[in-house]
C-alpha cells in the first residue's frame, strides 16, 4: 500500500481513511479530490454510489446510468427512455438471466402502485415462457411453442393475406388437359387428369346413328361417376338434329364415351367434349399442377406430413410444379376472374412477404427443388424470365451452373442480371424446410431459412457465391415486376421422385 507520509490530505479523506472500529456512520458522504471538489462516488460503511458508470467505454462518457461495452457498435446512442443500463458490443449484444433448474428468470415491470404489473417471466420447470399485463399472466409459450393467450388476438389490418394449405386437391387445369384425338373417331383417348378437354376425329353421323370410344384415365373408379359434356362442334348442327354425348361403362382406370344423333342427318364435324371424373370431389379453386409430364394420379395428400405429395414421373426432366390457376376453361376463362393468387398483384413494391413449408423426399440425388416468385413461367431455370426471386437446390447443372450442388442456393434477378448465393446449407433428406422471401419498403429482398437469416450477395458471380453477413439484403427489385409464387420439383435423371408441400403463405402491403 502507497504511503500518505509527507502528503497533505483534505478533511473529507481524513474522515473515510479509518479503521472498522473507527467508523459509524452509515450515510454516504461524497468523496472529494485534494482540492475540496466532490467527485461521482459516494462512499459509507456499507454501501457506495456511483452517478454515472462506464465500463469499458474508453474515457468516452457513458450513455446512461450503466453503460458496459466491449467494441463500440458505432454513432448510435442508447434512447433517453432506456438508457438506465446500456450494453454494447459491435457484433452480438445479451444479457444472461441464470436461475436453478427449477426455478425462473424474471423481468419485472413496476409502478408506484405494483411492482411487478407487468413481466417476463421463464419457468425452467416447464420451459415455458409467461408475459404477464396488469399483474397477471396473460400469454404463454410453452416448450412445444405453443402459443396461448387469454384475451382476443386481432391481426393487424395493413396487409393483404392469402394462405394455401391445400385443404381442396389441385388438378391440371384443363387449359393444359386438351387433347385431340388421333387418327380414328373410335381410338381411344388417354389423360390422367380429373379434368378434360377432347376434340374428336371428324365424324358423319346419320340420324339415329353413334360412335363411341374409351377414355382411358387412372383418376377413374369402377364408383366414379364421369361426367361428359358437349361444349363445341366444328359446323353448325342442323336443325331438327340432336347430339347426345353419353359416359358409361365405368370401370377401374375407363370409360366409353358415346356421342349420338338423335335427330336428322348432319354433316361431318368434329366434336370437342369436356370431361370432368367425380365433379362432387371439389377442385381447388386457386392452385393447378402443372410441369413436363405432371398428371393428376401424381398428387395426393401426404398422410402423416400434412398438405400434398408429389411424385415425378419416371422420365428425365419430368416436373410436378404448383402454382396459381392462370385459366379455368369450362368455368370461367376470363384471365381477372380466376383465383385472387393469380389476379392479386404482388410486386417488389408491395412489401411481399411469401412463406413456403416443404419437406424433402427420402431419396433427394438427381432432382431439383424450386420454390418462390418466378415472372411467367415456373420452371427453376436459372436464365428464365427477367424478374424472379427464389431458392433452388439441384444436384447437377441442368438448370444453370450453382457452386456448391449439394446446398441450397437463392436466386434473384433484376432487369436481367442474375445474382446467385450459396446459403451454405446442405440439403438432406427427409428433412422441413420453412422457406421466407420478405421484401422491404426498398424492394430489397431478406431470406430465411428455418427462421434463421441468410445474407445475399450483390454482386453477379457466375455460379453464384457465398455471403458472410447473414444481414445483408439484396439489390433493389424491379418495381412493377408481377410476380407468381410457385414451388415444384423435376427429375435430373430417368428416376421417381417424391416431395411435400405443406402451405404457400403470401401477404403484401394494402
Request: glycine share 8%; net charge negative; hydrophobic share 35%.
Amino acid at each position: 500500500m502507497s504511503t500518505l507520509k509527507g502528503k497533505s490530505i483534505s478533511s473529507t479523506y481524513k474522515n473515510l481513511i479509518q479503521t472498522a472500529a473507527e467508523v459509524t456512520d452509515t450515510n454516504l458522504r461524497s468523496v472529494e479530490t485534494g482540492a475540496g471538489n466532490s467527485v461521482a462516488m459516494n462512499l459509507s460503511t456499507d454501501k457506495a454510489e456511483f452517478l454515472k458508470v462506464g465500463i469499458g467505454t474508453g474515457g468516452l462518457a457513458p450513455d446512461g446510468l450503466l453503460h458496459v461495452m466491449s467494441v463500440s457498435a458505432g454513432s448510435v446512442t442508447s434512447n433517453t427512455s432506456a438508457n438506465l443500463l446500456t450494453l454494447e458490443n459491435s457484433s452480438d449484444s445479451g444479457l444472461s438471466i441464470l436461475s436453478g433448474s427449477s426455478s425462473s428468470g424474471n423481468i419485472f415491470f413496476g409502478d408506484v402502485d405494483d411492482n411487478d404489473v407487468g413481466l417476463i417471466t421463464y419457468d425452467h420447470s416447464t420451459n415455458s415462457m409467461f408475459f404477464g399485463t396488469n399483474g397477471a399472466n396473460t400469454m404463454k409459450l410453452d416448450q412445444s411453442g405453443n402459443l396461448s393467450i387469454s384475451g382476443v388476438l386481432t391481426e393487424a389490418d395493413d396487409r393483404y393475406h392469402l394462405d394455401e394449405y391445400f385443404k381442396d386437391m389441385p388438378y391440371k387445369d384443363i387449359q393444359e388437359t386438351e387433347i385431340t384425338q388421333a387418327s380414328s373417331a373410335t381410338n381411344a383417348v388417354t389423360s390422367h387428369t380429373k379434368l378434360a378437354r377432347i376434340t374428336t376425329v371428324a365424324n358423319d353421323l346419320a340420324a339415329n346413328d353413334s360412335q363411341e370410344f374409351t377414355f382411358n384415365s387412372n383418376m377413374i373408379y369402377s364408383k366414379s361417376y364421369v361426367q361428359a359434356i358437349l361444349v363445341d362442334t366444328s359446323a353448325t348442327i342442323a336443325d331438327n338434329a340432336s347430339v347426345v354425348v353419353t359416359a358409361y361403362d365405368v370401370a377401374d382406370g375407363s370409360c366409353k364415351i358415346r356421342i349420338a344423333n338423335t335427330g336428322v342427318d348432319i354433316a361431318s364435324m368434329t366434336f370437342t367434349i369436356q370431361i370432368t371424373i367425380d365433379p362432387h370431389i371439389i377442385v381447388n379453386p386457386n392452385w393447378c399442377i402443372s410441369g413436363t409430364n405432371s398428371i393428376d394420379e401424381f398428387l395426393q395428400y401426404g398422410g402423416s406430413k400434412p398438405g400434398v405429395q408429389f411424385f415425378t414421373g419416371s422420365l428425365d426432366n419430368d416436373q410436378m410444379i404448383l402454382r396459381p390457376k392462370r385459366s379455368n376453361l369450362g368455368n370461367n376463362s376470363t384471365v381477372g376472374n380466376v383465383s385472387p393468387w393469380r389476379d392479386v398483384l404482388f410486386t417488389p413494391s408491395d412489401q411481399i412477404d411469401l412463406n413456403i413449408g416443404f419437406s424433402t423426399g427420402a431419396t433427394i440425388t438427381n432432382q431439383a427443388i424450386f420454390a418462390g416468385l418466378n415472372l411467367g413461367t415456373d420452371r427453376g431455370v436459372i436464365a428464365d424470365n427477367d424478374d424472379k426471386a427464389y431458392f433452388l437446390y439441384a444436384t447437377d447443372d441442368d438448370l444453370g451452373t450453382l457452386t456448391t450442388n449439394a446446398n441450397l442456393h437463392f436466386i434473384y434477378s433484376v432487369a436481367g442480371t442474375d445474382f446467385i448465393t450459396d446459403l451454405g446449407i446442405t440439403v438432406t433428406a427427409s428433412t422441413v424446410f420453412k422457406l421466407k422471401i420478405s421484401f422491404d419498403e426498398n424492394r430489397q429482398i431478406s431470406v430465411f431459412v428455418n427462421g434463421v437469416q441468410h445474407g445475399l450477395v450483390t454482386t453477379a458471380t457466375a455460379g453464384g457465391a457465398t455471403q458472410s453477413v447473414a444481414t445483408t439484403k439484396s439489390l433493389a427489385m424491379t418495381s412493377t415486376a408481377a410476380l407468381l409464387p410457385y414451388v415444384g420439383i423435376q427429375n435430373l435423371s430417368a428416376s421417381v421422385h417424391t416431395f411435400h408441400v405443406h402451405y404457400v403463405r403470401i401477404s403484401r402491403v394494402i
